[in-house]
């Protein structure tokens, strides 16, 4: 997106050098990483930077506003509203498509939003090995709002430990060790001591929790939350003393109510050129003529996961009434391929990151990452045999 750096980082790449790279991010932690990581970095220029931030501005004014819990209300399960709901989310991820307007522009259209944790830890450690074996110029940062990386770090821990030892929080999850985001609890785990601890190890005695720590029953006085609803649903194998929503004495870093009231739920009440036309199916009255321009989405899954892309009508029919209010109709966004690699054009998705403290009256912008495709869509089933996919993050340039 900027063709002199661009072509500097293509003319200069090797093999050997993204081979080592590789290897180093492998051998730091427990496992080797469960998801490719892309040969280049993305960098991305003012211009869009700031449509990008403005984009985000505009979508946080609705997540602001004073009747925002009553706009949200029914986006939360009954079976899986948990107790103890602070003022607002922690955590905030927004993924933008790049897009060109109508004028040739780069330009950010909203793909999905997430009241969750993303991969925070990570990323400051991605952007570290990237900048150990890549030249990128000084004035490119991954980070906003002049952070640097052991800034970035304390703020990390802050969101995560509160006012409470490493020991007394723990970053909750479903089998940790077998998710494709492995890397990023041993990352978090490096930066904030917090140990990454399966739900199904989790006990509960009346209103306290624990769990063992190095043989020791360790009472938790807070959780940094990972688990995803729908799979944690979905795993009836799973024995647990804990399920969420039982009334317990423990402080959320990142409460399970957000990842519902902030996601694909709202999106039919954002109002922004950032955010392209949807609704309920619940809404709809009448199939539009032109079908192939939209998606269908269920409201609540994760990485994409029962997304229809070329929408059938019966595709729609077959859902029933009662259902459709839980399904999301939405204008296609045509990515546009605007990064160069050795072969083809590759299509880029920025996520941007903010932490939200008790304290302030709205999030800040720390972080981003950033996937790449040549396919249809983004993710790795999508671009199965292809190089110069896969997750990265952006440097932004900065005057």
């Known amino acids: 997106m900027i063709p002199d750096i661009r072509q500097k980082f293509n003319d200069s790449f090797s093999e050997e050098t993204y081979k080592a790279f590789l290897e180093d991010i492998d051998s730091e932690f427990e496992q080797p990483v469960d998801f490719r990581i892309a040969e280049t970095l993305v960098f991305v220029p003012s211009q869009l930077k700031n449509r990008l931030i403005q984009a985000g501005n505009e979508i946080i004014s609705t997540i602001l506003r004073p009747d925002f819990k009553e706009l949200s209300r029914a986006a939360i399960p009954s079976e899986w509203n948990v107790p103890g709901e602070d003022a607002h989310s922690h955590f905030l991820a927004l993924d933008f498509a790049v897009c060109k307007d109508e004028q040739g522009e780069l330009t950010p259209q909203l793909i999905e939003l997430q009241g969750f944790p993303s991969l925070f830890g990570y990323e400051d450690y991605l952007q570290a090995k990237f900048r150990e074996y890549y030249h990128i110029p000084d004035h490119f940062s991954v980070f906003f709002g002049g952070l640097k990386s052991p800034e970035y770090r304390n703020l990390l821990k802050e969101m995560i430990l509160g006012n409470h030892q490493p020991e007394h929080v723990i970053l909750l999850e479903i089998e940790p060790e077998k998710q494709s985001t492995a890397v990023d609890f041993y990352a978090t785990r490096k930066i904030t001591g917090v140990e990454p601890v399966c739900i199904s190890k989790v006990i509960r005695e009346d209103r306290k ?140 998705e920025i996520r941007m990151l903010y932490f939200w403290k008790d304290e302030d009256e709205k999030p800040r912008l720390v972080v981003n990452l950033s996937r790449l495709s040549k396919g249809e869509l983004i993710g790795v089933k999508y671009n199965k045999d292809k190089t110069w996919v896969g997750g990265s993050i952006c440097f932004f340039e900065n005057p």
């Open 209 to 348: 929790l624990f769990y063992y720590l190095n043989g020791v029953k360790t009472e938790i006085k807070r959780i940094y939350n990972r688990v995803i609803v729908d799979e944690f649903s979905s795993r009836s194998d799973l024995k647990c003393q804990f399920n969420l929503t039982e009334p317990v004495d423990v402080e959320w870093a990142g409460h399970p109510n957000w990842f519902f009231r902030i996601s694909k739920y709202i999106m039919p009440f954002l109002k922004s050129e950032f955010v392209p036309w949807c609704d309920y199916l619940s809404n709809i009255q009448e199939i539009p003529s032109d079908l192939e321009n939209y998606v269908l989405k269920p409201l609540f899954s994760f990485s994409g996961t029962g997304v229809i892309f070329h929408v059938r009508p019966e595709d729609i029919t077959n859902i029933p009434d009662e259902e459709r209010k839980n399904f999301l109709l939405q204008r296609k966004v045509t990515y546009e391929p605007v990064l160069e690699s050795p072969d083809s054009k590759v299509k880029v």
